[in-house]
């Protein structure tokens, strides 16, 4: 159970201190929530484990509750673990307060047409960070033979059958990718994606599937023309697994941001293998050390010499293996402790420099013009209370408080809650003077 549960809706934290000591990274939200809909194409019992304790994936399977699945979490020290039975799912409509709650409920769309064929489902929420269309989804799904009508803000989506096509999609959207996977697992003949996208969650959704019985080739996704081929089989011969949810990677690198910010060492246990190799390279490009374990699965970052951290000239985000736009908050907050200027460019997402004004307020020097930042880093900054307005853009004020001087007060903090299981905790752990409150 999160402390977001308990109405606690804000963090404080006395800052200038640095961090040290060692954490284990939580799982993936952004893998465990597609997989948590691709349940649905399962007409058995599948077991996940090491989910997230977080508010999106409860939001989730209080979804797949709604349509008839049962879902059972268990808490363990290693993540919970959840069991969903999807024998009984019946109902089509989705309920609005869950849908509207979570932007990756529009996964839900792929997964309920390939199991019942028919989706009835409003219009997606979630963070506040731009233009969020669902063109490619409904684009992808109509290629697949679904209809679709608008209606109002809802939308009703029926397959008699759907039928392999190729699609083409004009840019790597992630959630698109999974939707049309999602549907494709079940439909008659084969499906090619082209320009699919080629994030660690796609793959993961793709092992899941292919554990079940599905027939994904997923190898050409890391080709430049990112493809993804789907022969689709019959829904009976999906059958029931357990999957292990792979570790964080957001998480991961926002806690690297925060000890590149804050200054000190710390390792990180169980990272996603692999997945780090961008954010590494731009730590260590501003000047902390990075060292890896044998295998791969540990990570330690040293930043004690203060004046080795240095600000480079510029950075843009990008889909992945570039550098991932959901750490581009974290990163402005650690570009403001480290001397000389930084040039962020936004290239995923509209509208994803909300937090710049509350670092500003804080007495960070940072302008916007559109989809670019600029951070003049070095100056001091100071506790204030400031308002978390959407996930990464909440952690990345916890970051700026760790660093200023006083208290900082990061209010609305419950948008942290969806993604980050123990902020509060982990970042106690490594020796921040933290909790929640005010
Ligand atoms: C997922 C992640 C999110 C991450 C993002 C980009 C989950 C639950 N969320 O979000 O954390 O920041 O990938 O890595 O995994 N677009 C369209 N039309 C569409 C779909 C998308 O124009 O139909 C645009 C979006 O407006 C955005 C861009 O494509 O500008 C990227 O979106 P997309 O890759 O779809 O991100 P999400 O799946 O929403």
Not at 79 to 92: A, F, L, P, S
Not at 134 to 160: P, S, T
Not at 164 to 174: E, Q, T
Not at 330 to 354: H, N
């Amino acid at each position: 159970m999160t402390h977001f549960d308990k109405g606690s809706e804000s963090i404080w934290i006395e800052g200038k201190r640095s961090l040290s000591g060692r954490i284990p990274i939580q799982g993936s939200k952004n893998a465990a929530l597609p997989i948590l809909a691709a349940c649905m194409l399962i007409p058995g019992k599948c077991v996940l484990n090491g989910c997230p304790d977080i508010t999106d994936i409860k939001c989730m399977c209080s979804l797949l509750k709604s349509t008839g699945a049962e879902v059972d979490i268990n808490s363990a020290k290693a993540g919970n673990q959840i069991t969903i039975d999807t024998r009984n799912v019946r109902e089509h409509r989705l309920p609005e307060k869950y849908v509207s709650a979570m932007r990756s409920s529009v996964v839900m769309m792929g997964a309920m047409l390939g199991r019942l064929g028919e989706v009835y489902v409003n219009y997606p929420g979630g963070c506040v960070i731009g233009e969020r269309p669902i063109n490619l989804h409904l684009y992808g799904l109509e290629k697949l033979g679904a209809q679709i009508w608008i209606e109002g803000n809802h939308i009703h989506a029926y397959a008699d059958e759907l039928k392999g096509a190729v699609i083409d999609l004009p840019f790597p959207s992630v959630g698109a990718t999974q939707n049309i996977i999602l549907a494709a697992v079940t439909a008659q003949g084969t499906t090619i994606i082209k320009n699919a996208a080629r994030e660690p969650e796609i793959i993961e959704l793709c092992k899941f599937l292919n554990k079940a019985g599905a027939k994904i080739d997923y190898a050409g996704a890391f080709l430049p023309e990112g493809r993804i081929v789907i022969h689709g089989i019959e829904l009976s011969r999906l059958h029931e697994v357990s999957y292990e949810i792979i570790t964080d990677r957001i998480v991961a690198g926002t806690y690297l941001f925060a000890t590149l910010a804050a200054g000190g060492e710390v390792t990180l246990e169980n990272i996603p293998i692999g997945q780090l190799d961008s954010i590494c390279d731009i730590i260590t490009r501003m000047g902390a050390m990075i060292a890896l374990n044998e295998d791969g699965s540990e990570v330690t970052i040293y930043a004690n010499e203060r004046e080795k951290i240095i600000n480079i000239p510029y950075i843009e985000t990008q889909v992945y293996p570039a550098f991932p736009t959901d750490l581009q908050s974290p990163l402005l907050a650690a570009a403001c402790m480290a001397k000389g200027q930084l040039k962020v460019q936004e290239k995923i997402f509209t509208s994803r420099f909300r937090i710049v004004e509350e670092l500003r307020r804080m007495g960070a020097d940072v302008t916007v013009e559109k989809d670019l930042a600029v951070v003049t880093g070095g100056r001091e900054l100071e506790g204030r209370t400031v308002i978390a307005r959407e996930l990464r853009g909440g952690a990345a004020l916890v970051i700026a408080g760790l660093c200023a001087s006083g208290i900082t007060t990061v209010a609305d903090a419950g948008y942290i809650g969806r993604g980050y299981q123990n902020i509060v905790e982990d970042l106690t752990k490594l020796g921040a003077r933290i909790r929640y409150g005010n």
